[in-house]
Structures are given as C-alpha cells and as structure tokens.
C-alpha cells in the first residue's frame, strides 16, 4: 500500500515538474519574443533605426575598362545590431553590374576593393578572401536612406 501511494506522489510531482518546466519556457520564449524588442525605437523620432534597421545598399565601381572582375570586402567598423557579421567581413564577387548588399542603416563600414587573382575565375572553391589580390580602394561609408548608394572610382 504505502508502495502504491509513494508512486501516486512520484507521479503527481513529475506533473508538477513538467508544468512547471513548461510553463517558464513559454514565459522565456514570450520574453524572447517580445520583450527583448525596444518597442519605443520606430516611435521615437531621434531614433537612428526604424523597424528592421537595415537597408539594401548598393555598391557600384566606377571603372572604364572594367574587364577585371573585384572581389569587395565590407567590414563593420561598428558593433551591428540588426545584421550578423560572424567573422567579423563580409566578401562578395563584384563583376559588370552593381553589388546589393543588406546592410545595418547608420553603422560606419570599411568597404575595401581587390582585384581577384587569376585562379578565381577558373575554379572558385572556398572561401573568396583565398583568391584576393591587390587592394585598389579602401574608405569607410555610412549607409542610410540619402547615401544608400556608393560608386567607387577605380579610375
């Protein structure tokens, strides 16, 4: 008998556990959710991101012969907010039309040019910063809704 009521109340805290367990994992998830969000930031008229705080740039080289094709690293001079930078650059193949890129409005970024080594355009495998060349351009730009576009000028 007492083996019986021992189960019984085995039994009656594990559902008390499991409730409990989920119960603040739908409080965490909610928090996730909702409360890690500044709900005030797309209200607030000095605030320097609207909802999404992204934008999608446009990187563009202003060369004559453009016969080469330029691998572009973007890098944050800033921590982002809204876009993950999980090793820290960003490389992109820039060939004959313009590179469009999301990136965080507002944040300063260090957009450098390179030509691309020979060995790109017959078998690109890897990773782009492998077949990196010389730098042709370094500068640091701000992208936002007036200056959401940069032209390089490799001239």
Do not use: W
């Amino acid at each position: 008998m007492n083996d019986i009521v021992g189960r019984r109340k085995i039994r009656e805290l594990q559902k008390r556990l499991y409730l409990a367990f989920f119960s603040v994992s739908a409080l965490f998830m909610l928090f996730v959710s909702f409360g890690c969000s500044n709900s005030n930031s797309s209200s607030n008229p000095n605030s320097n991101h609207d909802e999404k705080g992204t934008i999608e740039a446009v990187i563009n080289i202003n060369d004559p012969d453009l016969e080469e094709t330029y691998i572009i690293r973007v890098r944050p001079e800033e921590t982002p907010t809204y876009v993950d930078f999980k090793s820290g650059d960003y490389y992109a193949v820039y060939e004959e039309q313009g590179l469009t890129l999301t990136l965080e409005k507002n944040l300063l970024y260090q957009i450098s040019v390179y030509s691309a080594s020979e060995q790109l355009d017959e078998d690109y495998k890897g990773v782009l910063y492998n077949y990196v060349g010389e730098e042709l351009a370094n500068m640091e730009h701000r992208f936002n809704k007036d200056t959401k576009t940069l032209v390089i000028d490799l001239e």
